[in-house]
C-alpha cells in the first residue's frame, strides 16, 4: 500500500491548495508543507482559490502564494494536495479542475470523516488541534528539519485553531510544538499585531454594527447573528473580518452556542456555530452537506437568510435536546 509519506518521497511535483477563503490554518499548513518539499527538491506551488487575507501578508515574505485564474493555466504537478479539507466542492472552481486534471488528489485534515473525502491518499486526525500540527509531524518522519518559514506556518496553524490556545483543542501536543517553534525563534507578538492591529478605520463602528445584529434565541442558550448582503458588502469593502463577533457573544452568561449567519452574493448562506459546553455543532451542519469539529462547524446553505435562520435554530434546538437526554 502506497502511504501518505511514500507519495512526498517518490512523486515529483506538487501543487498546494485548500479550502476557499484559506484561513490561518491552511495557509500556515501550505507554508509548512511547501517548504518540507522544498528541503526534499520537489518543485512545489500553492494555488489557492482565493487570494490571501491581508493580515496575512506577512507570509509572503518568504513564501509565494498564487491563486487560480480561469484564464491562466495552471502550473506543472503530479500531485495536488488538499490541505485543511479534504473535498474538491469545497476548493471553488479550482476544485472542478484539479477534478478533471486527473491527477493524484492527496488530503492532509483534522477533521471528522476527511479521510472519506476524495483524496486517494491521506494523512487525517481529527483529533490533531491544526492541519499545521500534522505538517509538523511529517517533517518528523520524515526526518526533515523545520526551517524558520516552517515553523512560522505551523505556529500560525496553531494560533489560529486554538484561538491563540484558548479553546478547549490547545493540547499538550500544541504547546509542546508552540514551546519548540518559539525557541527556534518564532515572533508570536509580530504576528499578532500583523494579524490584528492593521484594522481598517471602519471596522470599529462595523464591529458595533454587527454586534448588535445578535438574537438570544432558545431561552438565551443561542445567540445568533444575520448578516444581510447590504451589511457583508460594507465589511468587505473594509477587510473586515466578520468572525470577530463570535468571541463576545460566546462570552454571554448562558450562552451555549454562537450562530453567524453571511447572505453570499450567489444566494447562498455560509453559517459558522460555535458551542461551548458539550453541544455537537458538527452534527448540526451535517444536516445541510457541512462539516468541521464538534465545537466548530461551518456549511454553505442553498436557502434564503430568513430560512437558514429558521433552520439553524431548530437544528441547535435538537443538539441542546440530545445532550440533556444524554445528561438525564
Ligand atoms: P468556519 O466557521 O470558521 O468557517 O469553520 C469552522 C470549521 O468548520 C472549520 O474547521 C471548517 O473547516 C469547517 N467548515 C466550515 N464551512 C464548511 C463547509 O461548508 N463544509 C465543511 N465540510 N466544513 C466546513
Ligand atoms: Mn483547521
Request: aromatic share 6%; glycine share 8%; proline share 3%.
Given at each position: 500500500m502506497t502511504t501518505f509519506l511514500d507519495v512526498l518521497r517518490r512523486r515529483s511535483s506538487f501543487l498546494l491548495t485548500g479550502h476557499e477563503n484559506p484561513d490561518g490554518d491552511c495557509l500556515g499548513a501550505q507554508v509548512a508543507l511547501f517548504r518540507l518539499l522544498r528541503a526534499l527538491g520537489k518543485p512545489v506551488h500553492i494555488v489557492n482559490p482565493d487570494p490571501i487575507g491581508k493580515g496575512f501578508d506577512f507570509l509572503q515574505q518568504h513564501t509565494p502564494f498564487g491563486h487560480a485564474r480561469a484564464d491562466t493555466p495552471l502550473p506543472e504537478f503530479e500531485v495536488a494536495v488538499l490541505l485543511d479539507c479534504c473535498q474538491l466542492s469545497r476548493v471553488g472552481?479550482?476544485?472542478?479542475?484539479?477534478?478533471?486534471?486527473?491527477?493524484?488528489?492527496?488530503?492532509?485534515?483534522?477533521?471528522?470523516?476527511?479521510?472519506?473525502?476524495?483524496?486517494?491518499?491521506?494523512?487525517?486526525?481529527?483529533?490533531?488541534?491544526?492541519?499545521?500540527?500534522?505538517?509538523?509531524?511529517?517533517?518528523?518522519?520524515?526526518?526533515?528539519?523545520l526551517s524558520r518559514a516552517a515553523a512560522e506556518g505551523v505556529f500560525l496553524s496553531l494560533v489560529a485553531d486554538t484561538g491563540w490556545f484558548r479553546y478547549s483543542n490547545a493540547d499538550a501536543e500544541v504547546f509542546a510544538m508552540a514551546s519548540e517553534l518559539v525557541a527556534s525563534g518564532v515572533d508570536g507578538s509580530r504576528i499578532y499585531d500583523a494579524l490584528y492591529r492593521r484594522n481598517h478605520?471602519?471596522?470599529?463602528?462595523?464591529?458595533?454594527?454587527?454586534?448588535?445584529r445578535h438574537r438570544l434565541r432558545l431561552s438565551g442558550k443561542l445567540a445568533m447573528v444575520a448578516l444581510d448582503k447590504a451589511l457583508m458588502e460594507r465589511c468587505a469593502r473594509a477587510d473586515f473580518d466578520?468572525?470577530?463577533?463570535?468571541?463576545?457573544?460566546r462570552s454571554l452568561d448562558g450562552v451555549e452556542v454562537v450562530a453567524l449567519l453571511k447572505e453570499r452574493f450567489d444566494g447562498t448562506v455560509k453559517c459558522s456555530l460555535r458551542a461551548r459546553a458539550d453541544v455537537d455543532v458538527q452534527q448540526v451542519v451535517a444536516a445541510f452537506g457541512g462539516g468541521g469539529h464538534k465545537k466548530a462547524a461551518g456549511a454553505t446553505m442553498k436557502m434564503t437568510l430568513a430560512e437558514a435562520e429558521a433552520a439553524i435554530e431548530v437544528g441547535v434546538q435538537k443538539a441542546i435536546a440530545l445532550v440533556g437526554a444524554r445528561r438525564a
Amino acid at each position: 500500500m502506497t502511504t501518505f509519506l511514500d507519495v512526498l518521497r517518490r512523486r515529483s511535483s506538487f501543487l498546494l491548495t485548500g479550502h476557499e477563503n484559506p484561513d490561518g490554518d491552511c495557509l500556515g499548513a501550505q507554508v509548512a508543507l511547501f517548504r518540507l518539499l522544498r528541503a526534499l527538491g520537489k518543485p512545489v506551488h500553492i494555488v489557492n482559490p482565493d487570494p490571501i487575507g491581508k493580515g496575512f501578508d506577512f507570509l509572503q515574505q518568504h513564501t509565494p502564494f498564487g491563486h487560480a485564474r480561469a484564464d491562466t493555466p495552471l502550473p506543472e504537478f503530479e500531485v495536488a494536495v488538499l490541505l485543511d479539507c479534504c473535498q474538491l466542492s469545497r476548493v471553488g472552481a479550482l476544485g472542478q479542475r484539479l477534478a478533471q486534471s486527473g491527477k493524484t488528489i492527496a488530503v492532509i485534515d483534522h477533521h471528522v470523516g476527511s479521510d472519506r473525502g476524495d483524496g486517494t491518499v491521506c494523512y487525517v486526525d481529527p483529533t490533531a488541534a491544526a492541519t499545521g500540527a500534522l505538517v509538523r509531524r511529517i517533517h518528523r518522519e520524515l526526518g526533515v528539519p523545520l526551517s524558520r518559514a516552517a515553523a512560522e506556518g505551523v505556529f500560525l496553524s496553531l494560533v489560529a485553531d486554538t484561538g491563540w490556545f484558548r479553546y478547549s483543542n490547545a493540547d499538550a501536543e500544541v504547546f509542546a510544538m508552540a514551546s519548540e517553534l518559539v525557541a527556534s525563534g518564532v515572533d508570536g507578538s509580530r504576528i499578532y499585531d500583523a494579524l490584528y492591529r492593521r484594522n481598517h478605520p471602519d471596522s470599529a463602528t462595523l464591529l458595533a454594527e454587527t454586534l448588535q445584529r445578535h438574537r438570544l434565541r432558545l431561552s438565551g442558550k443561542l445567540a445568533m447573528v444575520a448578516l444581510d448582503k447590504a451589511l457583508m458588502e460594507r465589511c468587505a469593502r473594509a477587510d473586515f473580518d466578520t468572525d470577530a463577533v463570535l468571541d463576545p457573544l460566546r462570552s454571554l452568561d448562558g450562552v451555549e452556542v454562537v450562530a453567524l449567519l453571511k447572505e453570499r452574493f450567489d444566494g447562498t448562506v455560509k453559517c459558522s456555530l460555535r458551542a461551548r459546553a458539550d453541544v455537537d455543532v458538527q452534527q448540526v451542519v451535517a444536516a445541510f452537506g457541512g462539516g468541521g469539529h464538534k465545537k466548530a462547524a461551518g456549511a454553505t446553505m442553498k436557502m434564503t437568510l430568513a430560512e437558514a435562520e429558521a433552520a439553524i435554530e431548530v437544528g441547535v434546538q435538537k443538539a441542546i435536546a440530545l445532550v440533556g437526554a444524554r445528561r438525564a
